[in-house]
């Protein structure tokens, strides 16, 4: 079947086999999207369709994450190997002028992460207090009082701005945050401000509202997986993340309310971003989107401004990862999950047990980044929910997939028959004429 006869069958042989449960009406507004909102077949829930044990999941030690335990897994040893083994590849690397490795890919990759090192767990980019801006008190007036459901549209359209894909906004789950990290206990107290000292970080209790925040990824440098064009994609995520919970944070204070402004530090952004209704846990206990796939990094906000909060999301995201298996299958670790179903068995320390998911072995996962010199994302780039949305088909696809999720066997041999997902030359990303920061800004529009 070519892409032609595909897309016919997308258009008329799905629907049938849904026995015609997706009009043509329906099919033709698969494109349509709410502003500041999902596309319209994505539903919203009152809880995440993933259950919580409460009387497991609690608040993580972020010491236990794959970068702290994975000396513990493999021993000093075996780590000293690895380091080894990674230099000495990277050095023949060179000498071969292997594309994706060569020097100039190396310099794309590390000038890709300059803005990301300006931040840090309350300092730089992520500082818990505000850096410039004025407050309305220092202007002479009161602080914003609008409507919950004002600043919420406000708070979406400043993100936006300042470069988010999606944002969501939830009331915080304090066992998303986590209790300690870098040797310091971060604890709730009531206080008027966050502060920091030598023992411990705190958040005001007041800051029961967090705002996620999803960060394009550009789908041209992750396709060449496992090279540093795809490193230099996931870094220039991380820089443009560092730049957007600046900038939204300075804002909320210039509103006159309190900011805590968080990337990978703090606590969860997969968990918040669930609640905030960003997308669904998929099979690479990572969040996927309905509009990007998992093409995206993740942010985080907490403010005590009152926010109108949106709800968890169900587009048959975890029914397709049941049949998909297609980033485990390419997983060249063997680190992700192969079960049907997601259940509550941790692999490790590095999971925070209590909680529903498809658990991974993620130090093997680091070690393969070692080994492979230049980390690794070839399971977000096998994807069938990465994808260029410029065309009808990958939305009605996708649409499809929401409403009759037992068709994604079919829509994942496609989507490998077409040869979706597959490495591309990393020789050829400097050929390409590419958008701003590499991001096609309409993907995931139609």
């Not at 070519?2 to 494109?31: H, I, N």
């Not at 971003?273 to 990572?286: H, I, K, V």
């Not at 050929?431 to 096609?440: F, H, M, S, T, V």
């Amino acid at each position: 079947m070519d892409r032609r006869e595909f897309f016919k069958f997308g258009l008329g042989g799905a629907a049938l086999a849904a026995g015609g449960s997706l009009t043509p009406a329906e099919a033709s507004s698969s494109q349509k999207r709410v502003p500041q909102g999902h596309p319209w077949w994505v539903k919203t829930l009152e809880k995440s369709k993933l259950a919580i044990d409460n009387a497991v999941y609690s608040r993580y030690k972020s010491q236990n994450n794959v970068f702290g335990s994975f000396a513990r897994y493999y021993g000093q040893e075996k780590m000293k190997e690895l380091y080894r083994n990674s230099q000495e590849k990277t050095a023949k690397y060179y000498q071969e002028k292997r594309p994706g490795y060569k020097l100039e890919d190396r310099a794309l990759a590390d000038a890709s992460w300059v803005i990301s090192r300006l931040g840090g767990l309350n300092r730089g980019t992520r500082s818990w207090n505000r850096k410039f801006i004025r407050t309305p008190e220092e202007r002479g007036i009161d602080k914003y009082q609008g409507t919950p459901e004002a600043a919420a549209r406000l708070i979406k359209a400043a993100a936006r701005y300042f470069g988010a894909a999606t944002t969501g906004i939830a009331i915080l789950d304090r066992r998303h945050i986590c209790s300690e990290e870098r040797d310091k206990k971060i604890v709730f107290e009531n206080v008027h401000e966050p502060y920091g000292d030598e023992e411990k970080l705190v958040i005001p209790d007041k800051c029961t509202y967090a705002i996620a925040v999803s960060i394009l990824m550009p789908i041209d440098n992750i396709q060449c997986s496992p090279t540093a064009i795809s490193s230099a994609g996931s870094a220039m995520g991380y820089s443009r993340a560092e730049f957007l919970v600046a900038g939204l944070a300075e804002f909320i204070r210039g509103l006159g309310y309190t900011a805590i402004p968080s990337v990978n530090d703090l606590g969860s952004s997969v968990a918040i971003a669930l609640d905030a209704g960003l997308g669904e846990l998929g099979r690479t206990n990572r969040l996927i989107s309905p509009e990007y796939g998992p093409m995206v990094r993740l942010a985080k906000i907490l403010t005590d401004l009152p926010l109108a909060t949106d709800r968890p999301i169900d587009f048959g995201l975890q029914e397709f990862c049941q049949t998909c298996k297609r980033c485990a299958e390419a997983c060249p670790s063997g680190c992700l999950s192969f079960k049907d179903e997601p259940d509550f068995e941790v692999c490790g320390e590095w999971n925070n047990p209590g909680h529903q998911a498809w658990f991974e072995n993620a130090p093997k996962c680091l070690a393969y980044w070692r080994e492979s010199t230049s980390g690794c994302s070839i399971c977000i780039a096998v994807c069938p929910w990465s994808k260029k949305d410029k065309t009808m088909i990958h939305q009605l696809v996708k649409t499809t997939s929401a409403r009759m999720p037992f068709l994604a066997g079919f829509f994942t041999a496609m989507d490998e028959a077409f040869g979706y997902g597959r490495q591309k030359r990393a020789d050829q990303w400097w050929k390409l004429n590419l958008p701003e920061y590499g991001i096609d800004t309409t993907q995931g529009k139609g």
